[in-house]
């Protein structure tokens, strides 16, 4: 069964500055895809980034990039520069067939 | 990417009833998914909604509780049966765009039920 473990439940981070969001996962799987959501209080999950894990290059997206690590089964997000509308729950989740979420880390940005 | 529309977004029912949740698609996704999510919490996935198929359950959700139908590739529904008090969550959809789209995947913005 594929497991994906987000070990800080809650962070913070000054305006501007970086933060990195830690995820691991257990899989014998070797092709997958992992991903970043956001949800806002509104509750809608947004898609932040994604990693299929063929692909070497770390996925970036503007101020949001990942340091994907296949053999430590290690998948971190990083946000530059962030901002008081980052603020959110960030889900990490793994994606083979169906997706399944880790518990998640509240994120809050102070200005 | 394609869009989900979920309905409704909120509601509070009596202990014993029944309560159906709907989610249309404004194109054709491949797979639905099911997921409850408590308040603050992650989302773990009650059931996979295929078209012209029985749903298919994770471990401690059943059908006669959870009985979900996928007439089409655009449209889903899902029922709390006799509901109680611990049904009380938010409930959302998803979908995976057979295109790829924004990443395969694309959710609705959820149900939240409180039973009384």
């Known amino acids: 069964a594929q497991t994906v473990t987000q070990s800080q439940p809650e962070m913070s981070v000054q305006e501007a500055e970086t933060v990195t969001l830690s995820c691991t996962y257990d899989?014998?799987?070797?092709?997958?895809?992992l991903f970043w959501y956001k949800q806002p209080p509104s509750r809608q999950m947004i898609l932040v980034i994604r990693?299929?894990?063929?692909?070497?290059q770390n996925a970036t997206e503007n101020r949001f990039s990942v340091n994907f690590q296949k053999a430590a089964k290690s998948f971190s997000l990083k946000i530059s520069d962030s901002q008081l509308g980052d603020t959110a729950m960030y889900f990490c989740?793994?994606?083979?067939?169906?997706?399944?979420f880790g518990a998640g880390t509240r994120l809050t940005v102070k200005p | 990417s394609a869009v989900i529309s979920q309905k409704p977004s909120r509601d509070i029912c009596q202990r014993g009833t029944s309560l159906t949740i709907q989610c249309q698609v404004d194109?054709?996704?491949?797979?639905m998914f099911w997921y409850r999510q408590q308040p603050g919490q992650s989302l773990t996935l009650i059931a996979t909604a295929n078209q012209g198929s029985e749903a298919t359950y994770e471990s401690g959700f059943v059908i006669d509780k959870f009985p979900i139908s996928r007439p089409n590739l655009t449209f889903s529904t899902l029922t709390v049966s006799n509901m109680s008090p611990e049904d009380s969550s938010i409930y959302l959809c998803?979908?995976?765009?057979?295109?790829?789209?924004?990443?395969?995947?694309?959710f609705g913005s959820g149900t939240r039920l409180t039973v009384v």
């Open positions: 990693q299929e894990a063929y692909k070497q």
């Open positions: 194109s054709q996704v491949t797979m």
């Open positions: 899989t014998s799987e070797n092709n997958y895809y």
């Open positions: 998803s979908g995976k765009e057979t295109g790829g789209g924004n990443g395969g995947y694309t």
């Open positions: 989740a793994f994606e083979v067939g169906d997706m399944r």
